[in-house]
């Protein structure tokens, strides 16, 4: 069984006849608390209701958006940062510690391993001892948030760089978070990236471990969600709220082969702190 102070998250709007993240979590072996998160701006609440009942927790938009850094000064909220920030009082509220934000369209969880020279995928039968090794390893590192990697984190298989690496300095989309390790998303749009890199700036720990992923249908074909907003503004606008917050470090380029598009680029060697091998300590 899940521990009792940890609580998974899923953030939804307009999607209550496909949260495809619900049947995920029960499939993979997942016991724990669960909770449905929509705003207050949903015309379809009513049906997360019917469907999920007390599970269902609503929160105000327009207040939260006043708490933190939107990056502009636009009036459309179609956008999902609100919600993340709005779980860590949810989570205290609750009586939770750990919690974990996902969004409503995942419909995989996989172990990354290396078998007979090429990296597989193998299912997690058991998402709740996952869990609590992803909230070990939080408390390990120190880190404020620990998350999960995605199917592109591993372009070049065994032998890519980020799978040697083990764990990458980023966080998307599934978020391990410690209610007493409170920190705020920025940018109303790429605000996972926004986040990590200026908060990776000042030195804090955000980190995606490279030996589990998780599986999200293709971007912009599901409806609801923040697809509308995706295909109103595109790739270009979205990766520019990350260099507008971090200039020195944060470009934009061209990426992709047959589908080419803008997107942001991190020169991580300009981004975060480091620290150097005891081997190049000058003498005194």
Not at 128 to 148: Q, R, S, V
Not at 210 to 231: D, F, H, P, W
């Amino acid at each position: 069984m899940m521990r009792d102070d940890f609580g998974v998250f899923i953030l939804s709007h307009g999607r209550s006849d496909n949260l495809k993240t619900v049947r995920m979590l029960k499939k993979f072996g997942y016991t724990g608390k669960l909770y449905i998160v929509i705003d207050n701006e949903d015309d379809t609440a009513a049906d997360y209701y019917d469907k999920f009942g007390d599970k269902v927790i609503m929160f105000d938009k327009l207040a939260v958006s006043k708490t933190f850094d939107t990056a502009d000064n636009f009036d459309d909220r179609r956008a999902v940062v609100y919600a993340r920030n709005a779980c860590f009082d949810m989570a205290e509220k609750r009586g939770l510690r750990y919690f974990l934000e996902l969004d409503d369209d995942y419909h995989g969880l996989y172990f990354r391993v290396v078998k007979g020279g090429q990296l597989a995928s193998v299912k997690v039968e058991d998402a709740d001892a996952l869990f609590e090794k992803m909230i070990a390893c939080l408390d390990a590192i120190g880190g404020l948030t620990l998350a999960f990697t995605q199917a592109g984190d591993f372009i070049g298989g065994k032998d890519s760089r980020r799978y040697r690496q083990g764990i990458v300095r980023k966080a998307m989309n599934a978020f391990f978070c410690d209610v007493e390790k409170r920190f705020q998303f920025v940018g109303r749009i790429n605000e996972d990236v926004n986040t990590y890199v200026t908060l990776g700036m000042r030195g804090e720990r955000i980190f995606s471990t490279c030996r589990a992923s998780i599986v999200q249908g293709q971007t912009q074909q599901n409806k609801g969600g923040m697809t509308e907003l995706y295909l109103d503004t595109g790739t270009y606008l979205k990766s520019f709220y990350t260099v507008m917050m971090a200039p020195s470090c944060v470009c934009v380029r061209m990426m992709g082969t047959s589908s080419r598009r803008l997107h942001h680029n991190i020169n991580w060697n300009l981004c975060v702190p480091k620290i150097l091998d005891e081997r190049h300590k000058k003498s005194a």
